[in-house]
């Protein structure tokens, strides 16, 4: 009973359009922001989708740069081993030539022969 004769009192009557056109105000003031808030989500969203791709496009384009890198490196290594393997062989083939092999002490020959492997 005190609510209606609250709002049936002449101030809240005088004072109604005053609160109806207020609230009218917060309320398109809040939907504004909520629109712009959402399209600006929605921009920064575009946007760091824009640079994710960007970014996972460029760490595909540095992985396959780094195994074209990684291929030379290994066809470069692999030759260095065949020569090296082929020196050892050569080694091996004049050590077991070497009549003083089996001695204990080194002759100046098997230390040149040593010393020629890098």
Do not use: C
Request: charged content about 25%; proline content about 3%; glycine content about 4%.
């Amino acid at each position: 009973m005190v609510m209606l004769a609250f709002f049936g009192s002449a101030l809240v009557k005088k004072l109604l359009p005053y609160v109806l056109v207020a609230a009218a105000f917060v309320g398109t003031v809040v939907y504004i922001d909520y629109r712009a808030y959402h399209r600006g989500w929605d921009a920064a969203s575009a946007a760091q989708m824009a640079a994710a791709a960007a970014e996972a496009s460029r760490v595909a384009e540095a992985n396959a740069k780094a195994v074209e890198e990684a291929l030379r490196t290994i066809d470069r290594l692999t030759i260095e081993k065949e020569i090296r393997d082929a020196q050892i062989e050569d080694l091996i083939r004049e050590g077991a030539a070497d009549p003083t092999a089996g001695s204990t002490a080194l002759p100046p020959s098997s230390v040149r022969r040593l010393n020629s492997v890098n």
